[in-house]
T-cell receptor, first 118, second 109 residues
Framework: GAVVSQHPSRVICKSGTSVKIECRSLDFQATTMFWYRQFPKQSLMLMATSNEGSKATYEQGVEKDKFLINHASLTLSTLTVTSAHPEDSSFYIC??????????????FGSGTRLTVV | LAKTTQPVSMDSYEGQEVNITCSHNNIATNDYITWYQQFPSQGPRFIIQGYKTKVTNEVASLFIPADRKSSTLSLPRVSLSDTAVYYCLATSGTYKYIFGTGTRLKVLA
């Protein structure tokens, strides 16, 4: 089946630095990917929709200059948390839309990245 | 997108059948009902999807009544490893997935 690989699985960074998270579709092409953030004991919150070759669409309240999204190829989307602060510590999850046969679609999720900002 | 409502948490014992009900009163004609399972520190995993009546796969069954305003995920004979959060979503084609609160299922020995 369709697999999304997310890397790194966990990262610790110092406050003020930037961190890049990669999301790759391994055996399919993903024109659309999504980035979510999840705080402990809470649900997934959609941050942005990433479209290959175009600018990402951010959800209300998500700072586009802080969470830079690049979807330069059909198999790779990256999320860069710039000037990270402790409140950015969270679990970040990407998802890719899988184009199935007959105009049907599925969504598969990466394994997530645990970001800790110290 | 239709909002979904689920119980916040449920407890069950090993070997029992667990039914988790999801309410989606404003579901649109094009929406499917999709359920995901999430373990701690992992991404959600697809369980089952349906449009109406009953769908069954190797891990679960999904019951959707004719009015489609609710649905029930049925997990037969749960084990400790089924302890997870289960999310019900109303999904439509290429549109983004919005997650509700989910149901935290705890399976007890």
């Amino acid at each position: 089946g369709a697999v999304v690989s997310q890397h790194p699985s966990r990262v610790i960074c110092k406050s003020g630095t930037s961190v890049k998270i990669e999301c790759r579709s391994l055996d399919f092409q993903a024109t659309t990917m999504f980035w979510y953030r999840q705080f402990p004991k809470q649900s997934l919150m959609l941050m942005a929709t990433s479209n290959e070759g175009s600018k990402a669409t951010y959800e209300q309240g998500v700072e586009k200059d802080k969470f830079l999204i690049n979807h330069a190829s059909l198999t790779l989307s990256t999320l860069t948390v710039t000037s990270a602060h402790p409140e950015d510590s969270s679990f970040y999850i990407c998802s890719a839309r899988v184009d199935l046969a007959g105009a049907n679609y599925g969504y598969t999720f990466g394994s997530g990245t645990r970001l800790t900002v110290v | 997108l239709a909002k979904t409502t689920q119980p916040v948490s449920m407890d069950s014992y090993e070997g029992q059948e667990v039914n988790i009900t999801c309410s989606h009163n404003n579901i649109a004609t094009n929406d499917y009902i999709t359920w995901y399972q999430q373990f701690p520190s992992q991404g959600p995993r697809f369980i089952i999807q349906g449009y109406k009546t009953k769908v069954t796969n190797e891990v679960a069954s999904l019951f959707i009544p004719a009015d489609r305003k609710s649905s029930t995920l049925s997990l037969p004979r749960v084990s400790l490893s089924d302890t997870a959060v289960y999310y019900c979503l109303a999904t439509s084609g290429t549109y983004k997935y919005i997650f509700g609160t989910g149901t935290r299922l705890k399976v007890l020995a």
